[in-house]
């Protein structure tokens, strides 16, 4: 592969769908900041500790050193921040949305962001915040956030995101995906699960919450799944989709 056509690296990172596992595993290869270029609130945090500045701001030659653009506020057309002639490669991966659910909730609770009662939270933030949130999730990525109200409409509108990106996965094939991730950027695969609720390896020391636990306050069951499913359903049939289409890269 040529110089001029080396891949940039765009993670479209979904919350709690596994991202934090692959994003602490490239900070081992690549130079944070530098390489690895986090738009989120772990790539603020950092900034603003090594008085760094935003990214758009810096001069071309310093941006040009970028490989990897990830995080929560990514969206398509971000790969033009990077200048010179590069093949951008988005991917991402998705997460069945009661399962979603349900480790949001943990992670939430844990942080003293969610009451003890599930029920409470589930009707005042997750219905009001969260519903069919990875449908407006890959919607906004590809139109903004001024989206038409109508849910078939957003649901092809995230159809069309992912057909742009070069890999999607699942949760559930996360870790096959990892693999493939990493054998395509180059780098050994001893990744770590990282985030996972009551059991899961250190953050790194750059995440401004390296020490934080995760605690399983709930688990999740099939009444409450079927309960979810039935509240997202936009986000149901774009996982299905995903599921079913199975892009060719990945096998």
């Known amino acids: 592969m040529t110089d001029a056509a080396r891949p940039l690296w765009i993670f479209l990172h979904v919350p709690k769908c596994g991202g934090t596992t692959l994003k602490a595993h490239l900070e081992r290869h ?3 900041d530098e390489q690895l270029v986090e738009f989120s609130h772990w790539g603020r945090s950092y900034r603003k500790t090594h008085g760094r500045p935003d990214f758009a701001d810096r001069p071309p030659e310093e941006r040009a050193s970028a ?24 991917f991402t991966v998705l997460r069945d949305p009661a399962e979603r659910c349900v480790s949001l ?3 939430r609770w844990s942080r003293g962001h969610a009451p003890d009662d599930f029920t409470i939270w589930y009707r005042d933030y997750y219905l009001a ?3 069919n ?16 109200a109508d849910g078939a409409q957003r649901l092809a509108m995230a159809r069309q995101m992912l057909t742009r990106c070069w890999f999607v996965t699942t949760v559930d094939r996360w870790n096959e995906g990892l693999d493939f991730v990493c054998d395509a950027m180059g780098i050994p695969t001893d990744w770590q699960h990282h985030r996972a609720a009551g059991d899961s390896a250190p953050l790194p020391a750059s995440h401004p919450s390296q020490s934080e636990v995760v605690a399983r306050r709930l688990a999740l069951d099939d009444d409450l ?6 509240d997202s359903p936009g986000d149901v049939a774009l996982v299905d989709w995903v599921r079913a289409r199975r892009w060719p890269l990945a096998d």
């Open 105 to 107: 909730y943990n992670f």
């Open 67 to 90: 490989e990897i653009l990830s995080g929560h506020q990514t969206y398509y057309g971000i790969d033009r921040l990077v200048p010179g002639p590069r093949d951008p490669r988005y």
């Open 30 to 32: 690549f130079v944070m």
């Open 225 to 230: 799944r079927a309960r979810i499913h039935a």
């Open 133 to 148: 949130y990875m449908v407006r999730f890959f919607a906004e990525a590809l139109y903004g956030t001024a989206l038409p």
């Open 129 to 131: 915040e969260q519903r």
